[in-house]
């Protein structure tokens, strides 16, 4: 079983974001989990669990922090995601991944760290879009989903695996108020 660590965005904004990402019949993204901010990826969050203790130490004494969402742009010419803007965030990515400690190895292929950016994806070629329908979500996007919000970020999300490629809420911690 695999596990990641994210950050879900207030209610209206998540949905407004699934509404707009099921105008393409082919994208199978709301197939494999809710939209949300990738805090921590899959690297070093082993199956036996044992860090979750640490995270949860973590998130006991990391303030309640603000988060803007901004404008969409591409990994490459394959994934379609909105910006965030957050120097909070990146500090609680950088504690969470002191804690759990991947190898250099699982921090380069995840991104993480200095390659680490904050971001909700919108759509990706790996789940049935194309390159144009990226482009055409690209600017659909900066129409429909702006005004972009801040909001405030008072819980993180662990998820879990429960079947290959589809991830569903494992727990929710709170962070401190």
Known sequence: ?????????PEEYKHSIMKFQQKWKNHRIMNAVEPHLTLK???GLAPDKKWIDE?????KTFPSFS??????EFFG???LYLSVKSPELLKLHETIIH?????EELIKKYYELKDFIPHITLGKVYYGLSKNDLI??????????????????????IYAEVSPGKYKKYMDLQLKD
């Open 136 to 157: 055409e979500m690209k600017a659909l996007a900066e129409k429909e989903l702006s005004p972009y919000p801040t909001f405030k970020v008072s819980v993180v999300r």
């Open 67 to 72: 988060v803007t969402i901004s404008k969409p």
């Open 55 to 59: 995270i949860k130490k973590v998130c």
């Open 99 to 103: 804690v759990v400690s991947p190898s």
């Open 41 to 43: 990826a899959q690297g």
């Open 1 to 9: 079983m695999q596990f990641f660590i994210g950050i879900v965005p």
């Open 77 to 79: 010419e394959d994934i």
